[in-house]
């Protein structure tokens, strides 16, 4: 988001302005101007056309700057009460609230032209920084995925190792049942071929 023009104004006079690029800024301005005086509060944000503009009231002075993104409003609204502390501050600009001079109103102006060029100095920097941290995000996300598929497929063989050792485990019971009733059928087997052995031997005669 950049800030292409500001101004401070008392009531619809503006005190000083400057735009960093053409258009038709001081239309605009106007007709914010008569909104703010309307309703006297003390922000407002209104867009006409491409920009949207920002508007800071305080004590009869209108501080103003139009950007062409509106998403963002804490920036503009840091950057206004910038000015203000500046406009306040400089006993030339607010002891009447007007500019005897065209001295005071060009001297505001560079004033205006420097926060202007070191807030948007400060967003640029803040879009690139931003930048960067998310391409850093995609490539951490990039390596985690790559040591993700790494050890997935380094321990690809340890499941189907186990899975074949929890088979053979299961397996072992059944093997022993089965031993264990083979030996069981042939002793009853041999006890019954014994029994009938001894009661042939022991039969009486009738």
Known sequence: MTT?????????????ELALTGGSYQEA???VLRQVLLKAEPATIIQI????YHTLFIDGITYLCATDNGLDTMAPSAFLKKVSDTFTRNPLMSQER????????????QILAQHMVE???NQSDNTVSSVKSQVMLRNIDTVLEKETVTIISEGAEDPRATAEEFEKT?????????KCFKIVVTTLKILLSVTVILLSTHVIPT
Do not use: E, I, M
């Open 170 to 178: 299961r397996r072992a019971p059944k093997r022993t049942w089965w």
């Open 119 to 121: 807030y948007n100095r």
């Open 4 to 16: 292409t023009y500001s101004c401070v104004a008392n009531g619809r006079a503006v005190l000083a």
């Open 29 to 31: 301005a106007a007709k």
């Open 98 to 109: 007007c500019f005897p001079s065209n001295a005071p109103a060009t001297d505001f102006q």
């Open 49 to 52: 056309g491409s920009y949207v």
